[in-house]
């Protein structure tokens, strides 16, 4: 039994950290000068035109395997285009697009699959969403409603978003939000082995683009 007992006071302190709030993240000391860390404020996020950081975003598509598990797929190629006014949230927009062929899974093989039978990516290489509203729910939540475009069929999805942080990051402002949303499969016309709805998780960093 004495064995389980170091486990278990790491479980304790953890759980102990999460419900204190600790767990967030802490600044690194030593950065380089000029790189600056995000801060789960919403006054960081500054108003402006973001563009995603590719480097710094993951989009995954989560589908149930037949009932035992949901699958992980991840798409490795995506662009976006971020206009956020706070103030005013009907100004704000924002549009995507993933390429459906960048697809990764950990079944070998498999991939490929994915993107040409079931995702067809040489006759629609992009999935692809344009917002056509934003709603504050709270300081660091809110919804995207838009129009989610896969396979050739537009249908309207919402996002649930949260802010993960903003700040000067490293040269131009940036934020960091992850989106949460979930499709029929049937709508978009595919094959009826994906017969559960689709959770799609973003996340991403957007970094300012200078004013012309």
Not at 14 to 39: K, R, W
Not at 66 to 80: L, N
Not at 119 to 129: G, R
Not at 170 to 194: K, T
Request: aromatic share 10%; charged share 15%; glycine share 10%.
């Amino acid at each position: 039994m004495t064995i389980f007992r170091p486990f278990a006071a790491l479980c304790g302190l953890l759980t102990a950290l999460v419900l204190t709030g600790a767990a967030q993240a802490a600044c690194p000391t030593g950065l380089p000068p000029g790189v600056y860390c995000g801060d789960k404020d919403p006054a960081a996020a500054l108003a402006g035109t973001y563009k995603l950081d590719p480097m710094h975003a993951g989009v995954i598509a989560r589908v149930s395997h037949i009932g035992y598990s949901m699958s992980i797929f991840r798409f490795d190629t995506a662009q976006a285009t971020l206009v956020w006014d706070p103030d005013h949230l009907d100004k704000s927009s924002f549009n995507a697009a993933v390429d459906t062929g960048s697809v990764a899974t950990n079944v070998p093989g498999f991939a490929k699959e994915i993107a040409g039978t079931y995702l067809k990516s040489a006759d629609f290489p992009k999935a692809t969403f344009v917002s056509t509203a934003f709603r504050r729910i709270d300081p660091l939540h809110g919804e995207i409603d838009g129009q989610f475009t896969l396979l050739g069929k537009s249908k309207p999805v919402t996002f649930k978003v949260e802010l993960i942080g903003a700040g000067k990051g490293f040269g131009h402002p940036r934020l960091g939000a992850q989106a949460v949303a979930w499709i029929n499969p049937q709508d978009y016309g595919m094959s009826p082995f994906f017969l559960d709805p689709i959770q799609l998780v973003i996340d991403a960093e957007f970094e300012q683009t200078p004013a012309k």
